[in-house]
């Protein structure tokens, strides 16, 4: 199993340039989350999705979008990207089903640079 | 809905020196609690969780956490920390769409 993985690793965009941060994991979890980490600050939900075709806001959803068609990806889009997006961004997944699930696999990042 | 609080947001010791860090949550029903471990410039991975069972839990690398109901406290031990520990580490309660604490920064001093 490869767990999660994303793409691209590192990327510097322009503000008000578009781009899509990919995301698929080979674990058939039901639970798929987007994350950014800025230095120091912790992690913030940006979107999750309990199952294909259902995706929620988190904490941090304005500027983003998600999509998630099938079990295995869940795409984050960013339009019109702001300085303020500049960022880590982690992409996990987990199965949810009761008492003892919910262990969530990170990806290993993706490292935005928005200038 | 769950919160996570995490008391401290860094700590420093020297290699030998025990470790514990605090974590307190709220949630009324019945829960699963974790500990992620961050290495510098890596990703989150899973220290060691609590569903059920026996209070005190063993994870990765010698360290243990023990889920104390009647505190809402999920703390994590390690008797003697190694420069190899340092690193941030996550708390976080679930059921369903886990919520993390902000995270402590441990620096372990060689």
């Known amino acids: 199993n490869a767990g999660v993985t994303q793409t691209p690793k590192f990327r510097i965009l322009k503000i008000g340039q578009s781009m899509t941060l990919q995301c698929t994991q080979d674990?058939?979890?039901?639970?798929m989350y987007w994350y950014r980490q800025d230095p120091g600050m912790g992690l913030k939900l940006i979107y999750y999705?309990?199952?294909?075709?259902?995706?929620d806001k988190g904490e941090v959803p304005n500027g983003y979008n998600v999509s998630r068609s099938t079990t295995e990806d869940f795409p984050l889009r960013l339009e019109l990207a702001a300085p303020s997006q500049t960022s880590v961004y982690f992409c996990?997944?987990?199965?949810?089903?009761?008492?003892?699930?919910?262990?969530?696999?990170f990806g290993p990042g993706t490292r935005l640079t928005v200038l | 809905a769950q919160s996570v609080s995490q008391h401290n947001h860094h700590v420093i010791l020297s290699e030998a020196a025990s470790l514990e860090l605090g974590c307190n949550y709220s949630?009324?029903?019945?829960?699963?609690l974790f500990w992620y471990v961050q290495y510098p410039g890596q990703h989150l991975q899973l220290l060691l969780k609590?569903?059920?069972?026996?209070?005190l839990v063993k994870g990765i690398k010698g360290f243990e956490a023990e889920f104390i109901k009647s505190k809402f406290s999920f703390n994590l031990r390690k008797p003697s920390v190694q420069w190899s520990d340092t690193a941030e580490y996550f708390c976080?309660?679930?059921?369903?769409?886990?919520?993390f604490g902000d995270g402590t920064t441990l620096t372990v001093k060689p």
């Open positions: 674990m058939n979890h039901n639970y």
């Open positions: 999705s309990v199952g294909a075709g259902i995706t």
């Open positions: 996990a997944s987990s199965y949810s089903g009761g008492q003892g699930t919910d262990t969530q696999y």
């Open positions: 609590y569903f059920s069972g026996d209070p």
């Open positions: 976080a309660v679930s059921p369903g769409k886990s919520t």
């Open positions: 949630y009324g029903g019945t829960v699963n």
